[in-house]
């Protein structure tokens, strides 16, 4: 059988442990208390509002006893999955990027965030469609729009055919 870390990878251990509490048929606001935890706390925590501290999962995981650690774990994976997110929104999927577009600059330290304008001007005078199409999905089209528009390049239609 797979322990809780395994099967909800990913998944805030809040809502995790909504379900368990459910399962079992127990409410939250005793239990916070009886854990010697705020409600409201609790709640925050429950709704994937708020990160599990260590401390207070291992006196969940005893008093409900769940295998020491998973909860935890669950919070790992999770704010894994979080970071991983932000990272993917900071910069396009290079790797459909032709690094030679690039070739005046160092392309490994371009700031995809602040200099926003001149990448997209140059993808869209020199890149092909599944390079522009990257460009839009990353800035979205009305940043797209602004940069071009300021830009007075050639018309492109934002909405590239797959």
């Known amino acids: 059988m797979l322990s809780i870390s395994e099967k909800y990878k990913g998944i805030h251990p809040g809502i995790v442990l909504d379900r368990e509490l459910k399962k079992r048929a127990i409410k939250q606001r005793p239990f916070a208390l009886s854990?010697?935890?705020?409600?409201?706390?609790?709640?925050?925590i429950i709704k994937g509002k708020r990160s599990l501290p260590i401390s207070l999962a291992l006196k969940i995981e005893d008093k409900l006893n769940i295998n020491e650690g998973d909860l935890v774990l669950l919070q790992t994976y999770f704010d894994i999955k979080k970071e991983k997110e932000k990272l993917q929104k900071s910069t396009p999927n290079i790797?459909?990027?032709?690094?030679?577009?690039?070739?005046?600059?160092?392309?490994?330290?371009?700031?995809w965030v602040k200099n926003y304008r001149a990448i997209i001007k140059r993808i869209f005078e020199r890149g092909n469609n599944e390079e522009k199409k990257?460009?839009?999905r990353f800035y979205g089209n009305e940043k797209i729009s602004e940069a071009l528009d300021?830009?007075?390049?050639?018309?492109?239609?934002?909405?590239?055919?797959?």
């Open 35 to 44: 854990i010697g935890e705020h409600p409201q706390s609790f709640n925050a």
């Open 95 to 111: 790797s459909l990027i032709r690094r030679i577009l690039f070739w005046d600059t160092d392309f490994d330290k371009l700031d």
């Open 134 to 136: 990257e460009i839009i």
């Open 150 to 162: 300021s830009a007075s390049t050639l018309p492109i239609n934002l909405h590239l055919e797959s």
